[in-house]
Every structure is written in C-alpha cells, then in structure tokens.
C-alpha cells in the first residue's frame, strides 16, 4: 500500500521519537530531528510506501546521534512484559489453529507509540477476526513443504513460539527476522541476547535494516525463501505495507491488528480491527 496524507504527521512523530530514544544530549537531539524532518520533506510522497520514506529516517537518526540501536531499552522492556505474561497461556491452548493465530495476533498489540500498560490492557481483550481466512489456510497447510515466519516486535516472539511450534506438525518452519536494528522489531542478535534462539527451528533475516520488507533491498538468500515458500505468515502493518504491493499468490498469510486508519482503509476494515487475510 502507498503513503497517505496521514501518514505524514506520523513519519514525523516516528523521527521525534527515534531521535529522543537514541541520545539525551538536547542538541545532538535536536539536530537529529532537524535533519530528519528535512530529510521527510524531501522524501515524503503518496507514490511510495511509508516504509520507503521511514528507513532513511531512521538510519539518519542513527547517523547523526552515533547510537546504532536507539529502540534497544524499549525492546527489552517489551521482551520483559511478555515473557511475564507467558506463563498465563502456555497451557491453555486448546489445539485448534484458530488459537494459536489469536494469541500470535495479540502480540501485534505491541506498538513503540503505545506505553506497556496500554499494550497489557490490550493483550487482555478478546480478538475476534474481521477478515477471517483460517480455514483457507488449514487447507494449504496440508499440502505445504515449505513454511516462512516473518516476525515483527521483539516481545511479539513469545507470542508466535506456540504457533511456530504448531506449523512445525505440518512442515519445517523458517522464522524470519531483521538483520540489523530498525524501530522494535526483533533482530537476529535480539534473538541471542534474550536467549529465544535456542527456542526457534531454522532462523533466517530479511538482509535489510527496514521495517517489513522491501523486497530490492533484501537479501538473496530472502528472496529466494520467499520464492520457494508455499505459505509466508507476514505478521504486522510493515510486512501489509510492503508485501500488499506485490501481486496477490495465495500464500501469503497476514496476521495483524490495523491500528492506523490508512493500513485499516487499505484493508476495508475499521480501526483497530484485527485480520487473518490470505492473499
């Protein structure tokens, strides 16, 4: 999907933001913000995806303040707050898919705009899917050989281990994370560091510092998985923004809550909504 007037106001809220997490000196910060909304008004158009116009923001923040990594406190505070809730649903999962895909999708309740007791009052509300594509997805798993787990936020992990481990009944599963430090979203190093590597099947990155995925700055070895996949389950609003611009395959399965109105108005459903759409 492509940029929208709306999402303007956010990019610029994003470089705020990314630019306070990364230092505490004013007038590093300030310089920060001064170059990336610079930087916005020069990249911002409604013929790109927002995710073209938020990556080089997000590496001149990183530039000018020298912090390689200005999310890294946010994810462990979010990795902290799901691994408390996790021992709540370890057993309490009845089996059916539709299960696991509703714990997976309250993850996505994790957002860096929210604070955590916004994302814990959430993650306590019951899902129930606008757009509802579970039973086209039980029917390809049947047949599939090859299954991709494109991860979005650090602490969304503890929320896809159930499921990752519910697909490897049907066939190996590849998780999927970013390669370098991009908002919250977990990194290949995040996985090591909080010990969840050892938790995952065969783990493999995007090659790309942006969030979901654009697919001309990917790695080969990513194109290629994703070439050869028969189901990609993309979680989150990045891999919607990103992967929605290719043509429809019938295998690629999105889990996300729509908490902006653009994703939501691409997707025709209300804000907040959550989908199980495959495409």
């Known amino acids: 999907m492509k940029a929208t007037d709306e999402c303007y106001p956010c990019l610029a809220n994003l470089v705020r933001q990314a630019a306070g997490l990364a230092t505490e000196d004013t007038e590093l910060k300030a ?3 001064e170059e990336g909304l610079r930087l916005l008004d020069r990249e911002f158009s409604t013929e790109k995806v927002s995710i073209a116009v938020a990556t080089p923001l997000h590496r001149m923040v990183r530039r000018v303040t020298g912090n390689p990594d200005p999310y890294l406190l946010m994810k462990e505070a979010e990795v902290d707050l799901a691994r408390s809730l996790r021992k709540g649903w370890e057993n309490n999962l009845e089996g059916a898919l539709r299960d696991y895909l509703v714990l997976a999708v309250l993850g996505n309740n994790i957002d860096f705009f929210k604070d955590l007791k916004q994302i814990k009052k959430d993650i306590g509300m019951p899902v129930e899917f606008v757009i509802d594509h579970t039973v086209k997805l039980e029917s390809k798993l049947k047949k599939a050989k090859r299954i991709l787990y494109l ?17 490897q ?11 370098s430090p991009v908002q919250n979203d977990i990194t290949l190093a995040d996985l090591k560091k909080f010990g969840l590597d050892k938790e995952l099947p065969r783990v493999i990155t995007t090659g790309t510092d942006t969030p979901g995925v654009d697919m001309s700055m990917a790695s080969d070895e990513f194109k290629s998985e994703f070439e050869a996949a028969d189901i990609v389950l993309a979680k989150g609003m990045g891999y919607w923004e990103t992967l929605s611009e290719l043509k429809p395959q019938s295998k690629v399965f999105h889990l996300l809550k729509a908490k902006c109105k653009p ?15 495959l495409r």
């Open 31 to 33: 310089r920060a913000i």
């Open 151 to 167: 991860a979005d936020n650090a602490g969304e992990v503890f929320f896809d281990l159930p499921m990752v481990k519910r697909l």
């Open 169 to 179: 009944g049907y066939t190996p599963v590849t998780y999927v994370v970013k390669e």
């Open 263 to 277: 994703v939501a108005d691409s997707l025709g459903v209300a804000l907040n909504s959550y989908v199980a759409l």
